[in-house]
């Protein structure tokens, strides 16, 4: 009398779960895809029942079989379903060699490979040119010794579900319905296929991978997915025109760029990123490197003209070093016009070094190299004064505050640099002078101030010399001497900081008094 298998395993499965108190819930194989759904009991943690690990439920099929073939053809539906379910999914192959109780047990767990394995064949029978239907089709899943439960009792079924959900229920969960809506789409969700006319099109997409703003006009364009390399049969959308602009996706790593006049000069350095294009078997010729920071935009290349710059002063705060650096550069390229010597070394590898000469060729975007001149002695006094004020490492500005200022900063700067005779002084008394007073070393105090990058610096100068009457109570100073008696900085103009100078030019004022000179007035500018 032939053994009927289905109902032998079915009843041999619910034993073994019910001696391990598993609750045990049977399905329509032809509607789900998996026999039953197992409820495993609450495991105690030592603490509180409602701090206990969630119990582990999970999807399995019994197969039970005569045959030693070790495989069993499962259609491609039932497949899909243990994909996409976030439980856990087992098939259990039952041997059984003419008993009423199977001799052999194997437990396959339906994990990342079978999922992977699975859901490309799912891709194939529905992509393909006769799209089969997954209930026609099946997709065969073996077993082998690896598989083999070491006892046939429902304690070593029970250890051995577990073994493969060590983390609990919720973890393993996620994790398999991350990974089955992820594999297969590592190198992209899709594809764009289009024509285009000539090389300056593929140039144009070059460029635009590594973040310059470029549009490409395309034909023939189809749109579609792409999973495991299995394209879908119908496109997901077709056209005969466009126009294609691609967003930057080129890999970057930072450098240092070193601009030189000569090969032995004193540089000038920037920090950078440099972008270089993801296409692969590109054209020598074709090939493009961006080198980028907030000052300057470079692309470099290897064919003729393939080299172009583009400088910026962004509206960012820079120390005075950096902005003298950057009027540096446009000073070289865009007025003297000069041959460079540039450097690209790896920030994390310096030993890593490309170095190239770059021929400036001005268009007029960067006309005007004679006013940088102008801006670079600019910034040079700048910096001068800061040094003198010691707030060089503290101001942070734009190159448009500084530009604003330059007048500022050239009036404040010649206070250190004029000659006596430079200088034209004259002041009017109440009355006419005596020839006495005439022969006295006339005295005046002023504090001129120049307020940068909210600093405000003040310097304390003295001019003395001799008076020469103009007319009426009119007079002239012929300066002879210039003392610079002090630097003071603050960041906060306030009351005490004005009584503090009024205090200091008064008591420079009475010493000259007391050396004999006529001092005139002593304020500040």
């Not at 090389?199 to 070059?206: E, P, R, T, V």
């Not at 004193?266 to 993801?278: G, L, Q, R, V």
């Not at 710059?309 to 902005?323: G, N, Q, W």
């Not at 200091?504 to 304020?523: C, L, P, T």
Request: glycine content about 4%; proline content about 3%; overall charge negative.
């Amino acid at each position: 009398m032939a053994q009927n298998l289905g109902n032998m395993g079915e009843r041999f499965f619910n034993y073994l779960c019910a001696t391990e108190d598993i609750n045990c819930n049977a399905s329509d194989e032809d509607m789900v895809g998996w026999d039953y759904i197992l409820d495993f009991p609450f495991e105690s943690n030592g603490k509180g029942s409602d701090d206990a690990m969630p119990p582990i439920e999970c999807k399995i099929q019994v197969k039970a079989t005569t045959k030693k073939r070790k495989y069993w053809d499962i259609k491609l539906s039932n497949l899909l379903r243990f994909c996409k379910s976030p439980l856990p999914s087992f098939i259990l192959f039952m041997e059984f060699d003419g008993s009423k109780s199977p001799q052999r047990l194997y437990l396959v767990h339906f994990g990342k490979d079978l999922i992977k394995e699975s859901l490309i064949a799912i891709r194939k029978a529905e992509q393909s040119n006769g799209k089969h239907k997954l209930n026609s089709s099946s997709k065969r899943v073996t077993y082998n010794e690896s598989h083999k439960l070491e006892a046939i009792d429902g304690a070593t079924l029970k250890r051995a579900i577990e073994s493969y959900i060590p983390s609990g229920l919720g973890e393993y969960s996620i994790e398999k319905i991350n990974y089955a809506s992820e594999v297969g789409y590592e190198t992209g969700v899709g594809f764009v296929k289009f024509r285009t006319e000539n090389d300056d099109s593929l140039l144009k997409m070059i460029e635009a991978s590594i973040g310059l703003e470029r549009e490409i006009e395309v034909k023939d364009i189809i749109i579609s997915e792409s999973r495991f390399g299995i394209d879908l049969a119908s496109p997901l959308h077709e056209a005969q025109i466009g126009t294609l602009k691609i967003m930057p996706v080129a890999n970057s790593f930072d450098i240092i760029v070193r601009f030189k006049e000569d090969r032995f000069s004193s540089p000038i350095e920037f920090n950078a990123k440099a972008f270089y294009p993801p296409i692969q078997d590109i054209p020598q010729e074709l090939i493009r490197i961006r080198v980028k920071t907030a000052f300057f935009d470079l692309v470099l290349g290897l064919g003729e003209r393939a080299s172009t710059y583009h400088l910026t002063m962004d509206d960012e705060k820079h120390s005075l070093k950096d902005l003298e650096d950057q009027a540096k550069l446009l000073n070289w390229m865009c007025y003297d016009k000069k041959k460079l010597f540039v450097d690209f070394i790896l920030k994390d590898n310096p030993e890593i070094k490309t170095s190239l000469i770059i021929t400036p060729t001005i268009d007029e975007e960067h006309l005007g190299g004679s006013e940088w001149k102008e801006e670079l002695l600019n910034i040079e006094r700048a910096m001068w004064i800061a040094s003198k004020f010691k707030v060089e490492s503290i101001l942070r500005l734009t190159i448009n505050e500084l530009y604003s200022k330059r007048e500022n900063i050239l009036r404040f700067y010649n206070l250190y640099n004029y000659f006596e005779e430079d200088i034209v002084f004259n002041f009017r008394s109440e009355g006419d002078y005596d020839d006495e007073n005439l022969k006295l070393t006339h005295s005046t105090t002023y504090g001129f101030h120049l307020k940068l990058a909210g600093a405000l610096m003040v310097s304390i100068v003295t001019f003395q010399g001799k008076a020469n009457k103009i007319k009426n109570n009119e007079y002239n100073l012929s300066i002879d001497t210039i003392i610079h008696e002090k630097e003071a900085v603050t960041f906060e103009k306030d009351s005490e900081f004005i009584k503090y100078l009024q205090a200091e030019m008064s008591s420079m004022n009475k010493r000259y008094s007391e050396q004999g000179m006529m001092v005139i007035n002593a304020k500040q500018s």
